[in-house]
């Protein structure tokens, strides 16, 4: 309990740092999918083989941004199908250091699992982790080698993980409406020594006469599993 505590005080917190944020003018998106399977793609293993819907709320407050996010789907020997997540992150570009422009995302995030019940919260985790990266253009497209460092500490006490995560990102336009995502990383699991390589790819179409509308389709391949695909739609107001 005291765990859980802390990890929900700290969450608050960081939402109240946040207030002035508010006080500016947000941007907010809603968007779902439709996944062939969930994967826990920094460890490495399923969070469910089924089905699942997963979907969420985002509003985006200048550098602050606030995510809701839920995925639901039948529970199988894993448990995982059902989960909501709370997370709160700041974003700010570094313009003058000696190797260009950075880019960094620093995010506090609470997960309520299902392994348990949803009701229970002894089977709940916390994530803290710094993402930098430094973006390169190369015509069109953008090539932004990156790193990740995640501290993930769950409610009944047990021992938390903590993850170093390089890899590299590339992104641009196929057409006026349809642009493309790529990511390649390594997961390093620092507490149980497992490396796990990871990958996803995006195909969004930007609708465009339907208002905020973007429709697209993404594939996860996580070391050892089976590939997930999804079907994703998006709405910004």
């Not at 509003?59 to 997370?87: H, M, P």
């Not at 500490?153 to 590299?168: K, L, T, Y």
Request: charged share 20%; glycine share 10%.
């Amino acid at each position: 309990m005291r765990t859980r505590t802390l990890a929900l005080s700290i969450l608050f917190s960081t939402t109240v740092l946040a207030g002035p944020a508010l006080a500016q003018d947000c941007s907010r998106t809603a968007y779902i999918g439709l996944g062939s399977n969930y994967q826990y793609q920094d460890l490495g293993v399923y969070g469910s083989e089924r089905p699942v819907v997963q979907g969420g709320h985002t509003t985006t407050c200048g550098a602050w941004s606030f995510d809701v996010w839920a995925s639901a789907g039948e529970r199988d020997q894993y448990k995982g199908a059902n989960e909501i997540d709370l997370t709160v992150s700041y974003a700010r570009t570094f313009e003058s250091t000696p190797i260009g422009p950075v880019s960094t995302q620093w995010t506090v995030a609470y997960y309520a699992f299902d392994f348990d019940g949803l009701t229970q919260t002894r089977d709940d985790a916390y994530d803290f982790h710094v993402d930098v990266a430094r973006p390169i253009k190369v015509g069109d497209a953008t090539v932004a080698p990156f790193l990740r460092l995640t501290h993930i500490g769950f409610v009944n006490g047990a021992e938390g993980i903590d993850f170093v995560r390089p890899g590299v990102r590339l992104s641009g336009p196929v057409t006026d409406r349809v642009s493309y995502r790529l990511e390649a990383s390594v997961s390093m699991n620092e507490t149980g020594d497992i490396d796990t390589d990871r990958y996803q790819a995006d195909l969004n179409w930007d609708v465009g006469d339907t208002g905020g509308w973007v429709v697209g389709v993404r594939g996860k391949l996580t070391e050892d599993l089976e590939p997930a695909g999804f079907i994703t739609a998006s709405f910004s107001y």
